[in-house]
């Protein structure tokens, strides 16, 4: 499987074929379901991590219908838009299933029981491949709450969380009720924190 295969894939999948959204899906479904286990953790009794993974590739596929991933163009590209959503519907399912109607989070199932310093299951997962592991995933997934977290405001959040998504800042002012010059001015202020926060 070449970088090649994958940017034609990407390509197709631009044109709305559905040929390519299933390679797309076959050649990295495996790897979002280790993000997703990952970060469902305890919850995986409750949640599944394939649904996380479907529901994550479903919007996907919407946005890209949609135009709103016009940077799309190669395996790199579609790896970051994969795990930020991956990650962002995990997250929704965590505040789903933490909510006190719903246990509180404290469902568990038999590993709860199970020795959790015992790491010689690594199998097939702790071989390396090409694209970024889980651990890396989950690292940059990481990152990508702390500097969400940075941000002062719900508002300020919300555009930025719309931006990594691929709307436009017309559609961003538009959700908004804000003028694009607004979300501008403030898309700038997210950069400059950003950057703040990475020299920091």
């Known amino acids: 499987m070449t970088d090649e295969s994958v940017s034609a894939w990407i390509q197709q999948l631009h044109a709305n074929d559905s040929v390519a959204a299933q390679k797309l899906w076959q050649r990295y479904v495996r790897r979002l379901i280790e993000l997703a286990r990952a970060r469902l953790g305890s919850l995986r009794r409750v949640s599944d991590e394939e649904d996380v993974v479907v529901t994550a590739f479903e919007k996907f596929l919407r946005a890209t219908a949609e135009g709103r991933f016009p940077e799309l163009a190669n395996r790199n590209d579609l790896w970051r838009i994969l795990v930020l959503l991956t990650e962002q519907t ?13 246990g509180g989070g404290t469902v568990q199932g038999e590993s709860a029981l199970l020795n959790r310093n015992d790491s010689s299951q690594l199998g097939i997962n702790g071989v390396p491949g090409r694209e970024p592991t889980p651990e890396f995933a989950a690292a ?56 703040n926060e990475k020299l920091s």
């Not at 009720?177 to 700038?188: D, G, M, V, Y």
């Open 140 to 195: 940059a997934a990481e990152r990508y709450r702390e500097l969400l977290h940075a941000l002062a405001t719900d508002e300020l959040r919300s555009i930025a969380i719309a931006k990594m998504d691929g709307h436009s800042t017309a559609e961003i002012a538009a959700h908004l009720q804000l003028s694009e010059r607004t979300i501008e001015r403030k898309l700038n202020l997210i950069r400059q924190i950003w950057l």
């Open 90 to 102: 995990a997250v929704d399912e965590i505040r789903h299933q933490l909510a006190s109607k719903r």
